[in-house]
């Protein structure tokens, strides 16, 4: 009796240590991302902390790559079965380091491009462009061969050092000198740490075939087309809210999505955690409902939060001086992260069953929500506060309605 009751609860403690684990790496990484955009927004002059801020935006367009290469990665050896794990996360490793080497010299192309889109008169920080991203490119087909074999330690010590790294070389160098060129001199050498810690963990991969190499490359094309769609539609509210409203309740806007960015990495390690195991079942709809609930019980946590002490949120976000009418709606944002949290969870599942339709979905879900913020907000129908609440509301609706078809095609997948 006592064994059949204590055996099923290893899995479960094991995996709960697990997400423990990986809950705090990837707690931790984000806090750091946090400080080190703090430390600059001390160190720099307003001018130079704008050019960061947009380099950094051109870090985050960027990464669609590492997360595409990432999900592909993940996916295949998940589901690999047999001999050749090995030769398959060599595979990977060099899928990754084509990819890095492209988007380097791709950058280092582009340099005068950014130079004069992004108003940046130092060449050095926009080289350094460049080696960053290559290093974030890398880490991610080396998340991908670790979250493929569930090791999840290891792959908390990668996204651990990534934070750590921003932070200590990053913030570091802003402390000792602060210009622009530091700051990036400190990202491209904070980007380098995790790439060289995964590449010890995975050290005798080997054996690989260039048509597996290919085959990683081609499926990571298709992860990033679907993942690029879902940032394109997590971040367009800002510039509808931007070009519809005025500057004061557009400024309103832009606090209250610190709330819903935060919920929506809030639930990013479930993510990490069952992305291998719904690859591997694909028809598994009851996982997939599970983990859906999982991140969507975070939410409600993170709702009825703000909820209780929205006098606190809005001090946090920008201070209750300059933001204080936010405050009876911070709810609303936490539920928009939330839901976006959770289509974020239904995208990754697609990934992982190859639904090649799901990009096109999240396109035309950006184009309905498009029309109709310029319809509501164009025509002035909702102004002011009622405007930001309105348009908060139609980007939740628009992240639970995607989820909902997203997730019925692939029940309607599985069950053919």
Same mark, same amino acid.
């Given at each position: 009796m006592t064994s059949g009751t204590t055996q099923p609860q290893a899995p479960r403690s094991a995996f709960l240590r697990s997400a423990t684990v990986v809950a705090v790496a990837m707690a931790i990484m984000n806090v750091a991302a946090y400080g080190f955009t703090l430390i600059a927004s001390r160190r720099l002059i307003p001018e130079q902390f704008g050019a960061i801020t947009a380099l950094l935006g051109l870090l985050l367009i960027g990464n669609v790559a590492s997360l595409g290469l990432q999900a592909a990665g993940a996916r295949q050896l998940a589901t690999h079965t047999g001999k050749g794990a090995a030769a398959l996360a060599d595979a990977m490793l060099r899928a990754g380091r084509r990819a890095a080497l492209g988007l380097t010299? #791709?950058?280092l192309v582009l340099t005068p491009l950014f130079m004069w889109l992004l108003h940046i008169d130092s060449i050095v920080a926009i080289l350094l462009l460049a080696p960053t991203l290559g290093g974030l490119t890398l880490m991610g087909s080396q998340l991908g061969v670790l979250q493929g074999s569930q090791r999840w330690t290891e792959l908390a010590a990668v996204y651990f050092s990534t934070g750590v790294g921003r932070l200590v070389l990053g913030g570091g160098a802003l402390l000792i000198h602060p210009s622009l060129d530091w700051a990036m001199a400190g990202l491209a050498l904070g980007a380098a740490v995790p790439a060289v810690l995964g590449q010890f963990f995975l050290r005798g991969s080997s054996g690989s075939t260039t048509q597996q190499v290919k085959d990683v490359l081609r499926e990571s094309?298709?992860? !990033?087309?679907? #993942?690029l769609a879902f940032f394109a539609l997590a971040n367009a509210d800002v510039l509808f809210a931007r070009? #519809? #409203? &005025?500057?004061? &309740?557009?400024g309103y806007y832009a606090a209250g999505l610190i709330i819903a960015k935060a919920c929506l990495f809030l639930p990013q390690f479930v993510i990490v955690l069952v992305f291998p195991s719904l690859a591997n079942s694909p028809g &598994? !709809?009851?996982?997939l409902r599970r983990s859906i609930m999982a991140v969507a019980g975070l939410g409600v946590c993170a709702v009825v939060g703000t909820l209780i002490l929205p006098g606190i949120v809005v001090e946090v976000i920008g201070g209750k001086e300059k933001y204080a009418p936010l405050g009876p709606y911070t709810w609303l944002f936490a539920v928009a992260g939330s839901a976006y949290a959770v289509l974020q969870l239904v995208v990754y599942a697609a990934i992982a069953q190859q639904e090649k339709r799901a990009a096109l979905v999240i396109w035309i879900g950006l184009v309905v929500l498009a029309v109709a913020a310029g319809i509501v907000l164009g025509t002035d129908i909702a102004t002011g506060l009622n405007g930001v609440k309105v348009l908060v509301a139609m980007t939740s609706t628009c992240a639970l309605l995607l989820s909902a078809v997203l997730a019925t095609g692939l029940h309607r997948q599985a069950a053919e």
């Amino acid at each position: 009796m006592t064994s059949g009751t204590t055996q099923p609860q290893a899995p479960r403690s094991a995996f709960l240590r697990s997400a423990t684990v990986v809950a705090v790496a990837m707690a931790i990484m984000n806090v750091a991302a946090y400080g080190f955009t703090l430390i600059a927004s001390r160190r720099l002059i307003p001018e130079q902390f704008g050019a960061i801020t947009a380099l950094l935006g051109l870090l985050l367009i960027g990464n669609v790559a590492s997360l595409g290469l990432q999900a592909a990665g993940a996916r295949q050896l998940a589901t690999h079965t047999g001999k050749g794990a090995a030769a398959l996360a060599d595979a990977m490793l060099r899928a990754g380091r084509r990819a890095a080497l492209g988007l380097t010299a #791709l950058c280092l192309v582009l340099t005068p491009l950014f130079m004069w889109l992004l108003h940046i008169d130092s060449i050095v920080a926009i080289l350094l462009l460049a080696p960053t991203l290559g290093g974030l490119t890398l880490m991610g087909s080396q998340l991908g061969v670790l979250q493929g074999s569930q090791r999840w330690t290891e792959l908390a010590a990668v996204y651990f050092s990534t934070g750590v790294g921003r932070l200590v070389l990053g913030g570091g160098a802003l402390l000792i000198h602060p210009s622009l060129d530091w700051a990036m001199a400190g990202l491209a050498l904070g980007a380098a740490v995790p790439a060289v810690l995964g590449q010890f963990f995975l050290r005798g991969s080997s054996g690989s075939t260039t048509q597996q190499v290919k085959d990683v490359l081609r499926e990571s094309v298709h992860g !990033t087309h679907t #993942l690029l769609a879902f940032f394109a539609l997590a971040n367009a509210d800002v510039l509808f809210a931007r070009a #519809l #409203l &005025d500057e004061k &309740d557009s400024g309103y806007y832009a606090a209250g999505l610190i709330i819903a960015k935060a919920c929506l990495f809030l639930p990013q390690f479930v993510i990490v955690l069952v992305f291998p195991s719904l690859a591997n079942s694909p028809g &598994d !709809t009851l996982r997939l409902r599970r983990s859906i609930m999982a991140v969507a019980g975070l939410g409600v946590c993170a709702v009825v939060g703000t909820l209780i002490l929205p006098g606190i949120v809005v001090e946090v976000i920008g201070g209750k001086e300059k933001y204080a009418p936010l405050g009876p709606y911070t709810w609303l944002f936490a539920v928009a992260g939330s839901a976006y949290a959770v289509l974020q969870l239904v995208v990754y599942a697609a990934i992982a069953q190859q639904e090649k339709r799901a990009a096109l979905v999240i396109w035309i879900g950006l184009v309905v929500l498009a029309v109709a913020a310029g319809i509501v907000l164009g025509t002035d129908i909702a102004t002011g506060l009622n405007g930001v609440k309105v348009l908060v509301a139609m980007t939740s609706t628009c992240a639970l309605l995607l989820s909902a078809v997203l997730a019925t095609g692939l029940h309607r997948q599985a069950a053919e």
